[in-house]
C-alpha cells in the first residue's frame, strides 16, 4: 500500500503511520504500534483512511474532536 511506513523511534519503539499528501498539505496518520497490530490489518486501516481523506474527511481531526468531547464529558463527581 504507498504511503503505509514502519517508523522507528530512538527508543526502539516502532510504529506503523499512513502519510499522504491531500491538497499540497502532507497527511500523517499513526495507525498502531507495531508489532501490536499485524500489517495486513494496517493496510486495512491505510486503506479506510485514504477512502475518508478522499471524502474530505481529515482522521487526525476527528481523533482530536473526540478527544476534546470526552473531556468535556461532565463526570458524576461534577454532577453532585
Not at 502532507?26 to 498502531?32: M, V
Not at 471524502?55 to 482530536?64: A, L
Request: a positive charge; aromatic letters at 4%; proline letters at 4%.
Amino acid at each position: 500500500m504507498p504511503g503505509l511506513v514502519l517508523e522507528v523511534l530512538t527508543g526502539g519503539e516502532k510504529r506503523l503511520r499512513y502519510r499522504r499528501k491531500v491538497k499540497g498539505k502532507d497527511i500523517e496518520i499513526t495507525l498502531a504500534d507495531f508489532p501490536s497490530v499485524t500489517i495486513d490489518k494496517a493496510r486495512e486501516k491505510a486503506k479506510r483512511h485514504a477512502l475518508e481523506l478522499v471524502d474530505d474527511i481529515d482522521p487526525n481531526q476527528v481523533k482530536r474532536e473526540q478527544r476534546e468531547a470526552a473531556n468535556q464529558a461532565t463526570t458524576i463527581e461534577q454532577l453532585y
